[in-house]
């Protein structure tokens, strides 16, 4: 059975940016407000850290619920786990997650610089080196058959569709929302049609959702 | 944990019939042509008939895998499982499905007829009498904490909608079939809205989703 690599919910200013300049503690999506960005999926039934039982369940909650389903392991960037460049200077920072992290599979965080796997609840997160091939094919092992999530940031997005690894996307536009610079996705979607077949489904929450799978 | 009543997957013509007049064991939907209204679903990646590995994995195909997603029973009327009217004169017929059906959990037939219960690989059919609300208890406890899908036709779907006891539907339309006459789910899906949210959504393929929930 097929493993496929996907992307899901990852969101994307109109002007292409998941995430603006500046990340820092505070500010992990830099000078980008998430709140803003992720407006569409939080109104949703299913949104992982909802507290109450409403939640909208048309359209946005198709996607947000199918975060978790077939995904056997998730790929992310050493930026979405973590505002420190460099060596790790402790190994106190365990991501921005808390005690319960959102993900409850092996995670693979793509890094140059070592430091041991560690566990909590039922996510483990392993620093990796190596290509995005390689990265990729421990994260199939571990997946067991399942899919494997490519978490994001936009660099490590576009660095396996360079090497042309990604099986489907999808991708919430935020039409209202321009950053003007910081981590880039695309210039524009339709960069991405030559390999992929690609619905436009505006949302009635605003956003517009791009979801590509290959020719 | 909310166990709720979805219906998934429906289809209606443009005038909302679910299936035409005339059912018999050559037409399960009457004058309706189900390959034309199933069209949509049949070219999507997940589709549960598929024989080769292709297929879209668009917007229809995030509606056609949700099919089965945290769903624990179904219900579905006697005329959805039978073309035969009356008391049950053999028990040879064991619905349309084959050896294999695509449900994989216990399903409850509404009858006035008895029949034994009787299983089919992992889905077993059982042959309830009683008011909606009486087989929905049924099929709750049998989903052991999932919810229940109710699978149609057209008249359960009412009967159920009538009790008040539908939490989602997903109803495509068919906007290049018309019928006529048949099964109808509805005049229009306005009649929907005093007691439920509504996302319309028109889909690249040409079929339009409409996704409700209760408000």
Redesign the interface.
């Known amino acids: 059975m097929?493993q496929l690599l996907r992307v899901q919910n990852f969101n994307v200013s109109s002007d292409g940016f998941g995430a603006g300049e500046g990340q820092s503690l505070e500010r992990p999506f830099g000078h980008a407000d998430p709140a803003t960005m992720f407006a569409w999926a939080g109104a949703t039934?299913s949104w992982p850290n909802r507290t109450d039982?409403g939640g909208?369940?048309?359209?946005d909650?198709?996607?947000v619920?199918?975060f978790h389903?077939n995904i056997g392991a998730e790929i992310m960037g050493r930026n979405k786990f973590s505002p420190q460049r460099g060596p790790w200077r402790d190994h106190e920072w365990k991501g921005w997650w808390g005690d319960e992290p959102p993900f409850h599979t092996p995670v693979f965080v793509m890094t140059h610089h070592e430091r041991p796997s560690f566990t909590l609840s039922d996510t483990t997160f392993h620093f990796v080196g190596g290509t995005p091939a390689e990265v990729l094919e421990r994260a199939r092992e571990a997946a067991q058959g399942k899919d494997v999530r490519l978490g994001g940031g936009a660099t490590v997005v576009r660095q396996f569709l360079d090497a042309d690894l990604v099986?489907?996307l999808h991708v919430a536009v935020s039409p209202g929302v321009k950053l003007g610079s910081g981590s880039r996705l695309w210039e524009s979607p339709e960069e991405l049609l030559d390999r992929f077949?690609?619905?436009?489904?505006p949302?009635?929450s605003g956003v517009t959702?791009h979801?590509f799978?290959r020719k």
Chains 1, 2 share one sequence.
């Not at 077949?197 to 489904?201: A, F, G, M, T």
């Open positions: 097929t039934a039982p909208s369940r048309g359209l909650d198709y996607l619920r199918d389903h099986d489907t077949h690609c619905d436009v489904v949302s009635p959702h979801l799978w």
